[in-house]
């Protein structure tokens, strides 16, 4: 267990729609990761916060956007979605900033857009 | 900008035999280097992390890398493996500058067959 936590596991919903996928960062880390994984593109990177603050963008798409709040919990919202919007959508954390603070991933939450 | 190249999508190997899994990366300042594991259905573990000092780390499950700056790779070995170590492995590298983004591969596939 890696201590990270995402919620709901799997997420089934329309073209068109709007989720909201939820993380809880292991206890005593400050920097929030989001990351994508597709068959076709792998482990995208997405986003990145750091207690609270955006502090990297990958390639998160327009439609997307995700927040850290005080609690240090991370929510990523995804609207408009498309069937290609369907993948494993992981969050990890880190404890810093720094290049040698490994991440912790969460379990995943699997989205399935039809 | 950092990549990472995993040379070997899928490894097919018999039980209780060495296993090699290759990846090379680049990045034009220092590096930390990273494998994490992903069993079925579950997010990434990480395996083991170099980060400065001996070349030859050590990490979980009885697996090695070696750091070789060199030739800039980081190859993980097992010298046997059990049916049990099936599944996708990913290299990944970050960067000591202010990169915060944690680079993968695109994974390698063990399949440990009887």
């Known amino acids: 267990d890696s201590g990270v936590t995402q919620t709901p596991k799997h997420l089934i919903t329309a073209t068109g729609q709007r989720v909201t996928l939820r993380c809880s960062p292991r206890s005593g880390d400050l920097s929030v990761y989001w990351y994508q994984q597709s068959l076709d593109q792998g482990l995208q990177f997405l986003i990145q916060?750091?207690?609270?603050?955006?502090?990297a963008k990958g390639n998160i798409l327009e439609r997307f956007s995700a927040q850290q709040f005080p609690d240090l919990h991370s929510e990523l919202n995804l609207s408009s979605l498309e069937l290609g919007d369907s993948a494993l959508y992981f969050c990890?954390?880190?404890?810093?900033?720094?290049?040698?603070?490994?991440?912790?991933f969460g379990n995943g939450t699997r989205l399935t857009v039809t | 900008a950092q990549s990472v190249t995993q040379l070997d999508s899928q490894v097919p190997v018999f039980e209780e035999a060495p296993v090699e899994l290759r990846c090379n990366y680049s990045s034009s300042v220092s590096v930390y280097l990273f494998w994490y594991v992903q069993y079925p259905n579950q997010g990434l573990q990480l395996l083991l992390k170099?980060?400065?000092?001996?070349?030859l780390v050590k990490g979980i499950n009885g697996f090695e890398a070696e750091f070789n700056k060199s030739q800039t790779s980081f190859h993980l070995r097992k010298p046997s493996v059990h049916i049990s170590d099936t599944a996708e492995y990913f290299c990944a590298v970050r960067s000591g500058g202010s990169n915060y983004k944690l680079t993968f591969g695109k994974g390698t596939l063990l399949t440990v067959n009887p």
């Open positions: 990890a954390s880190s404890v810093s900033l720094l290049g040698n603070s490994p991440l912790h």
């Open positions: 170099y980060l400065s000092g001996s070349t």
């Open positions: 916060y750091y207690n609270g603050e955006e502090r």
